[in-house]
T-cell receptor
Framework: AQSVSQHNHHVILSEAASLELGCNYS??????LFWYVQYPGQHLQLLLK??????LVKGIKGFEAEFIKSKFSFNLRKPSVQWSDTAEYFC??????????FGSGTRLQVQP | DAGVIQSPRHEVTEMGQEVTLRCKLISGHNSLFWYRQTMMRGLELLIYFNNNVPIDDSGMPEDRFSAKMPNASFSTLKIQPSEPRDSAVYFC????????????FGDGTRLSIL
């Protein structure tokens, strides 16, 4: 069975600080990897995805993630956060065409 | 293009009542997923369909929950009878069977059972 582990449950940063959110997964086959963001009271929006190819993936709003196969990791990064990045971030994996397995989420709070 | 459309956005009802949640897929998508989000359990899959056929319903809590796809673009999730522990946000997502598209989520239905 698939599982996803997000190490940080709650992260507080000041504006302009750099961000890295950890994500590790467990799965025996080829996976697709995703980061979704959920702003307060809203639905899940796709930040970025990895299907194959270049393991460094760039997404929307200046976010990027790196797939390290040997470490089963897909960490999310942003060099300089803004107050508007305050949200909950979910790492997710699936086998192609199958349902997503989500991590428990990381709540990011950016202080002005 | 319209995204995944869910209705209602909010539902408050009393324990024991029947609840029906609705979802319209993105045009051209043929995979449909129902997820539930709670504080205690996070985001978890309830059921998903490919081409209107249920593929994995292992996440459906019990017989009180049922889901259908009466046609290729529409799905319902029904809870009968509802219980307070069913209170959650229910998300619908759609994608393509080939897995070449990420899943796109609807706005969710916030369900409160009193």
């Amino acid at each position: 069975a698939q599982s996803v582990s997000q190490h940080n449950h709650h992260v507080i940063l000041s504006e302009a600080a750099s961000l890295e959110l950890g994500c590790n997964y467990s799965y025996g086959g080829t996976v697709n990897l995703f980061w979704y963001v959920q702003y307060p009271g809203q639905h899940l929006q796709l930040l970025l995805k990895y299907f194959s190819g270049d393991p460094l993936v760039k997404g929307i709003k200046g976010f990027e993630a790196e797939f390290i196969k040997s470490k089963f990791s897909f960490n999310l990064r942003k060099p300089s956060v803004q107050w508007s990045d305050t949200a909950e971030y979910f790492c997710a994996v699936n086998a192609r065409g199958r349902a997503l397995t989500f991590g428990s989420g990381t709540r990011l709070q950016v202080q002005p | 293009d319209a995204g995944v459309i869910q209705s209602p956005r909010h539902e408050v009802t009393e324990m024991g009542q029947e609840v029906t949640l609705r979802c319209k897929l993105i045009s051209g998508h043929n995979s449909l997923f129902w997820y539930r989000q709670t504080m205690m359990r996070g985001l978890e899959l309830l059921i998903y369909f490919n081409n209107n056929v249920p593929i994995d319903d292992s996440g459906m809590p019990e017989d009180r929950f049922s889901a259908k796809m009466p046609n290729a673009s529409f799905s319902t999730l029904k809870i009968q009878p509802s219980e307070p522990r069913d209170s959650a946000v229910y998300f619908c997502a759609s994608s393509t069977i080939d897995g070449n598209q990420p899943q796109h989520f609807g706005d969710g239905t916030r369900l409160s059972i009193l």
